[in-house]
C-alpha cells in the first residue's frame, strides 16, 4: 500500500481552513453539517468520523462528534443507515455538538478525520477509548479543518 492514498473527507456546509457557518455553531442552531467521503483503500472493513477541536481549554481539548459503522464505500455521511452508530462527544452524548468555544478565547480549530479501519469497531467508545483501542486498525486518515470563534 502507498504511504498516501486517496482516502478524502469534505463537507459541502464547511470549507476548508475557513470559518464555520453560524447555523452549525451551538448557539446558532447546532445543524448537522453534511460530510462527503471518498477512496477509501482496499481493504477497508468500515470508516469512523471523529471532530475534535485541540484548542478547547480542556486537558484532551473536546470532541464534537464521534461515528462508527460507516461503510467503506460510502461517499456521504447518513446517520440512518444500517451499522452506523453514534459514539459519545467530550458531553457525553451521543450526538452532533456545534462549535461553542469560550468567549473570547480566539480562534479553534475544528478537525474532521475520517479513519479507514481494517477491522469493526466494536460498540461506541470515546475519542480516546477509540484511538487507544483501534490505533493499529487505521489503513489511512485524512482530514479537513473549520474554524470558529466567539467574540
Not at 5 to 23: G, K, T, V
Not at 49 to 62: E, K, R, S, T
Not at 81 to 95: C, H, I, K
Not at 104 to 115: L, N, S
Amino acid at each position: 500500500m502507498p504511504l498516501f492514498a486517496d482516502l478524502a473527507i469534505s463537507s459541502a456546509d464547511i470549507q476548508n481552513l475557513e470559518r464555520i457557518p453560524e447555523n452549525f455553531s451551538a448557539d446558532g442552531g447546532n445543524d448537522t453539517p453534511a460530510v462527503a467521503f471518498a477512496g477509501a483503500p482496499d481493504g477497508t472493513v468500515e470508516l469512523a468520523l471523529i471532530v475534535h477541536d485541540p484548542d478547547a481549554p480542556l486537558p484532551n481539548g473536546f470532541t464534537h462528534w464521534v461515528v462508527y459503522g460507516i461503510a467503506p464505500d460510502a461517499t456521504t455521511l447518513d446517520l440512518e443507515a444500517d451499522g452506523v452508530r453514534v459514539g459519545p462527544n467530550t458531553l457525553g452524548e451521543q450526538s452532533w455538538f456545534g462549535p461553542q468555544p469560550p468567549a473570547g478565547h480566539g480562534e479553534h480549530h475544528y478537525y474532521f478525520w475520517v479513519f479507514a479501519l481494517t477491522t469493526t469497531v466494536e460498540g461506541e467508545p470515546s475519542r480516546e477509548g477509540f484511538l487507544t483501542t483501534y490505533a493499529g486498525n487505521i489503513a489511512e486518515q485524512a482530514r479537513f479543518v473549520g474554524t470558529f470563534s466567539r467574540p
